[in-house]
Each structure stands twice: as structure tokens, then as C-alpha cells.
């Protein structure tokens, strides 16, 4: 990669407009292999986008468990005195 002499030494420029997908490589064992096929052969899907399912359901599940958490702090810390009142 051409170097503009203005940039610092090592520095990296990204054509982050230009970039839509990103791969990567998921190293499964034998076993989670064998899982991910059949499931994917059962849903008519192939193993990538079986993986991209659940990769999405993953983050989706963990988003929505964090915002009941937050959720079930604020109730605590606004009604933490009513809360003490009913031993708790």
C-alpha cells in the first residue's frame, strides 16, 4: 500500500463507504459442525446463513436481556423505599 507522506508511519486508511460485508472465519468442533448441518439442511438454509441466524438471535436475545436489566434497576432505585416497606 502506497504511504501519503503527510500520514504518520503505520497509519491505516479505510474506504469504510465502500465496505458492505465483512468475512471471517467461525472454527467449529466436529461436533457443532454436525449440529449447525443439520440444522441448516432442516431448515432449507445453508450452514452460513444458519450460523448469521443465530449470530443475529444471539445479539438480539442479549440486547433485550440488558434492557430489562437496566429496566429492573431503574424500578429498583425509584422505588427502593416502598420496596424496603415490603421487606425486601
Known amino acids: 500500500m502506497n504511504r501519503n507522506v503527510d500520514e504518520p508511519r503505520g497509519a491505516t486508511r479505510y474506504q469504510t463507504d465502500t465496505i458492505t460485508n465483512m468475512a471471517m ?3 467449529l468442533s466436529e461436533k457443532e459442525q454436525r449440529a ?3 440444522r441448516a439442511e432442516r431448515d432449507g438454509v445453508s450452514m452460513q446463513d444458519a450460523a448469521r441466524r443465530a449470530i443475529r438471535e444471539y445479539l438480539d436475545n442479549s440486547e ?3 434492557r430489562v436489566i437496566d429496566a429492573a434497576k431503574q424500578i429498583m432505585k425509584v422505588h ?9
Open 80 to 88: 427502593a423505599e416502598a420496596i424496603e416497606q415490603l421487606g425486601g
Open 25 to 27: 472465519t467461525l472454527r
Open 36 to 38: 449447525l448441518k443439520k
Open 64 to 66: 433485550h436481556t440488558t
